[in-house]
T-cell receptor, first 113, second 117 residues
Framework: DGGITQSPKYLFRKEGQNVTLSCEQN?????MYWYRQDPGQGLRLIYY???????QKGDIAEGYSVSREKKESFPLTVTSAQKNPTAFYLC????????????FGAGTRLSVL | AQTVTQSQPEMSVQEAETVTLSCTYD???????LFWYKQPPSRQMILVIR??????QNATENRFSVNFQKAAKSFSLKISDSQLGDTAMYFC??????????????FGGGTRLMVKP
């Protein structure tokens, strides 16, 4: 089935540790996005990529890094510089032919030990 | 910059009744898209309905319809014949039509809807 796969579903980070969240899509979409969702709040954009080997900072990029080496993959690394990483992370993708609709993965919940 | 405001943090409705969720936005853009997304307890974001600002006709998808008032910058969602499965967080979102906006969505803070049996 076509879609967006995020893994793992749950992730725990120790103090000072970098962790990487995976996002893979088989929709042949060009653009991919990472959002952060805190409890009871809306989504905030962390990073986005419109094409392979290119990405841009969103509203809350500090403490995060990304790469886009393949069209299908857009991993997000939460670095030790992110002092409050506990949140729900959502990956999305879209294409010009997708009527500007962003399709979302099932999310990863990150907690700090 | 765009802002999206959902003024109702929580709402409830009896099963089979109708409920309307409010959304207002602020933008200087003339061409844009508006969306309502649903986030059930599973946390999966699901598109409910989409509206193109240059279309005057309000979008409808089965039991879901919108009241789009461009001049007032208002985009409310009406759910008819509410079902238990409609229980979820609902997010209003905005996207400018300009290509250099990176196809980014701006989300409101959400409305938690509870459908009661």
């Amino acid at each position: 089935d076509g879609g967006i796969t995020q893994s793992p579903k749950y992730l725990f980070r120790k103090e000072g540790q970098n962790v990487t969240l995976s996002c893979e899509q088989n929709l042949n979409h060009d653009a991919m996005y990472w959002y952060r969702q805190d409890p009871g709040q809306g989504l905030r954009l962390i990073y986005y990529s419109q094409i392979v080997n290119d990405f841009q900072k969103g509203d809350i990029a500090e403490g995060y890094s990304v790469s886009r080496e393949k069209k299908e993959s857009f991993p997000l690394t939460v670095t030790s510089a992110q002092k409050n990483p506990t949140a729900f992370y959502l990956c999305a993708s879209t294409n010009r032919g997708a009527k500007n609709i962003q399709y979302f993965g099932a999310g990863t919940r990150l907690s700090v030990l | 910059a765009q802002t999206v405001t959902q003024s109702q943090p929580e709402m409830s409705v009896q099963e089979a009744e109708t409920v309307t969720l409010s959304c207002t936005y602020d933008t200087s853009e003339n061409n844009y898209y508006l969306f309502w997304y649903k986030q059930p307890p599973s946390r999966q974001m699901i598109l409910v309905i989409r509206q193109e600002a240059y279309k005057q006709q309000n979008a409808t998808e089965n039991r879901f319809s919108v009241n789009f008032q461009k001049a007032a910058k208002s985009f409310s969602l009406k759910i008819s014949d509410s079902q238990l499965g409609d229980t979820a967080m609902y997010f209003c979102a905005f996207k400018a039509r300009r290509g250099n906006a990176g196809n980014m969505l701006t989300f409101g803070g959400g409305t938690r809807l509870m459908v009661k049996p």
